[in-house]
């Protein structure tokens, strides 16, 4: 079963507009993560945020985590053509569900941004 | 440094073979996971490897295996295929176990007729 389901399914957008996906979890994590795919293609890693951490960013992308509401939101600024993909948030079943960790995928968000 | 590489990257089969898919993870990373990808399920794992050792289990059926190499690359099987298993077939490499970023393969698409 998805730990992380994101929201909204699909985004559609003008270039230059900021794109904001949203990210809601179960249980408790060590840290979450954002991963872009291109159709088709494999993923490709965009930012880490761990437990302890409230906001991160990298670039054009601002990760905020509110763990208290079990949530994440991933804001990409002024959005290019190249920035259409889906996007995934990702979680670790973290140590008190017991075994080890391991990653657990949404199902994506996908976003368009028109030329 | 060399990405993951996955083959082959396209394998058209038939129900009830099997096939072999392989992963060459990024020189210097140990842990080696695998993901079934379809349109209905999303991403899902399928196990882990580290050190040669299996190091986690997704829910997948027997027919679902893999193993690891001393020099980290990885292969998984699948036998008797059934028309459900088509699917993207990730492959993610990482220098620790676990949790942490994961580089990812281009993946193989497998179709099964």
């Known amino acids: 079963s998805q730990q992380g389901e994101e929201d909204p399914q699909a985004l559609s957008i003008q270039e230059g507009e900021n794109a904001t996906m949203n990210c809601s979890y179960k249980?408790?994590?060590?840290?979450l993560q954002w991963y872009r795919q291109n159709s088709g293609r494999g993923l490709v890693h965009l930012i880490l945020i761990r437990s302890n951490e409230r906001e991160k960013h990298s670039g054009r992308l601002r990760v905020t985590l509110d763990t208290s509401k079990k949530s994440s939101s991933l804001l990409i600024t002024a959005s290019r053509a190249a920035d259409t993909a889906s996007y995934f948030c990702?979680?670790?079943?973290?140590?008190?569900?017991?075994?080890?960790?391991?990653?657990?995928f949404g199902k994506g968000t996908k976003l368009t941004v028109n030329p | 440094k060399a990405g993951v590489t996955q083959t082959p990257r396209y394998l058209i089969k038939t129900r009830g073979q099997q096939v072999t898919l392989s992963c060459s993870p990024i020189s210097g990373h140990r842990s080696v996971s695998w993901y079934q990808q379809t349109p209905g399920q999303g991403l899902q794992f399928l196990f882990e490897y580290f050190s040669e050792t299996q190091r986690n289990k997704g829910n997948f059926p027997g027919r679902f295996s893999g193993r690891q190499f001393s020099n980290s690359r990885s292969e998984m099987n699948v036998s008797t295929l059934e028309l459900g298993d088509s699917a993207l077939y990730l492959c993610a490499s990482s220098s620790l176990a676990g949790s942490y970023e994961q580089y990812f393969g281009p993946g193989t698409r497998l179709t099964v007729t």
């Open positions: 990702a979680t670790d079943t973290g140590r008190t569900q017991g075994g080890s960790e391991k990653l657990v």
């Open positions: 249980t408790s994590i060590n840290n």
